[in-house]
Nanobody, 114 residues
């Protein structure tokens, strides 16, 4: 079973930045398209960024231009650099494959204060 461990969230003021990290254990990480998802209060979980095994990236309109997804296959790790954060970015952030595994990690909470 794949284990996904997210970290790097926290409380930040509007306009600030955070870098999220996710380590994947027990999977063919380097062969997978990986993504960052988020779930805000009362909202469904949504995919906001993904990166293919070859490094091609895609972003949701809501984060395009403000976020950068990257990966280091040798470390089984995917990152999300988030800049110019707004309160609307407050959510629990998860990483997973695209399409996702059935199992999800605990996520990391991002809270942006106005």
């Amino acid at each position: 079973q794949v284990q996904l461990v997210e970290s790097g969230g926290g409380l930040v003021q509007a306009g600030g930045s955070l870098r999220l990290s996710c380590v994947s254990f027990g999977s063919f990480f380097s062969l997978k398209t990986m993504g960052w998802y988020r779930q805000g209060p009362g909202k469904q979980r949504e995919l906001i960024a993904d990166i293919s095994k070859g490094g091609a990236t895609n972003y949701a309109d809501s984060v395009k231009g403000r976020c950068t997804i990257s990966r280091v296959n040798a470390k089984n790790t995917v990152y999300l650099q988030m800049n110019s954060l707004t309160p609307e970015d407050s959510a629990v952030y998860y990483c997973n494959a695209v399409p996702s595994y059935e199992h999800w990690g605990q996520g990391t909470q991002v809270t942006v204060s106005s």
